[in-house]
Antibody
Framework: QVQLQESGPGLVKPSETLSLTCTVSGGSISSDYWSWIRQPPGKGLEWIGYIYYSGSTNYNPSLKSRVTISVETSKNQFSLKLSSVTAADTAVYYC???????????WGQGTLVTVSS | DIQMTQSPSSLSAYVGDRVTITCRASQSITSFLNWYQQKPGKAPKLLIYATSSLQSGVPSRFSGSGSGTDFTLTISSLQPEDFASYFCQQSYSTPWTFGQGTKVEIK
């Protein structure tokens, strides 16, 4: 059974860069699409972007100028960087397997990131 | 972007009731429609993919149907563990988008 676990700071200052890592266990990262999805408190889900294990990426146009997703196959990890954050970026951030036309079949537990000074 | 609209936003039902949730896309997404269940404080869980395919381990009381722009999720006999929020998601074209969610509460 594939398991995903997000890690990273829970508090980020405005204008700084949010950085999260997702560690995949129970399976190889070198076989699928891997995505980041976020959910502001009490609100719906927003797709941020995905990466294929080969390194190709696809980002939500609404965030594209600020997002970078990368993969480190040797560590079975992929990462999210979101620059120039504001309070509107406060959300629970999930990593998940799937992307492109594939559904999100495995999810991390989610990590709350608050943007505040 | 393709807009996904769910109805109702919330509903109250008894254990044993048949429940139907609707999801409408702003343009045709053929059959690229997935359903997720989310309980408070937890990650979403995939229930149904490609409109009607049941994810492994999901009880058969869950079913999905539809095509084009109109889709439904049906719970044939609501169980206590089914009280949660449900989201549809289109995987037809980027950016992939979700419905706003339907909260199913105990009556």
């Amino acid at each position: 059974q594939v398991q995903l676990q997000e890690s990273g700071p829970g508090l980020v200052k405005p204008s700084e860069t949010l950085s999260l890592t997702c560690t995949v266990s129970g399976g190889s990262i070198s076989s699928d699409y891997w995505s980041w999805i976020r959910q502001p408190p009490g609100k719906g889900l927003e797709w941020i972007g995905y990466i294929y294990y080969s390194g190709s990426t696809n980002y939500n146009p609404s965030l594209k100028s600020r997002v970078t997703i990368s993969v480190e196959t040797s560590k079975n990890q992929f990462s999210l960087k979101l620059s120039s954050v504001t309070a509107a970026d406060t959300a629970v951030y999930y990593c998940a397997s799937g992307g492109d036309y594939k559904p999100y079949d495995y999810w991390g537990q989610g990590t709350l990131v608050t943007v505040s000074s | 972007d393709i807009q996904m609209t769910q109805s109702p936003s919330s509903l109250s039902a008894y254990v044993g009731d048949r429940v139907t949730i609707t999801c409408r896309a702003s343009q045709s997404i053929t059959s690229f429609l997935n359903w997720y269940q989310q309980k408070p404080g937890k990650a979403p869980k995939l229930l149904i993919y490609a409109t009607s395919s049941l994810q492994s381990g999901v009880p058969s009381r869950f079913s999905g149907s539809g095509s084009g722009t109109d889709f439904t999720l049906t719970i044939s006999s609501l169980q206590p563990e089914d009280f949660a929020s449900y989201f549809c998601q289109q995987s037809y074209s980027t950016p992939w988008t979700f419905g706003q969610g339907t909260k199913v509460e105990i009556k």
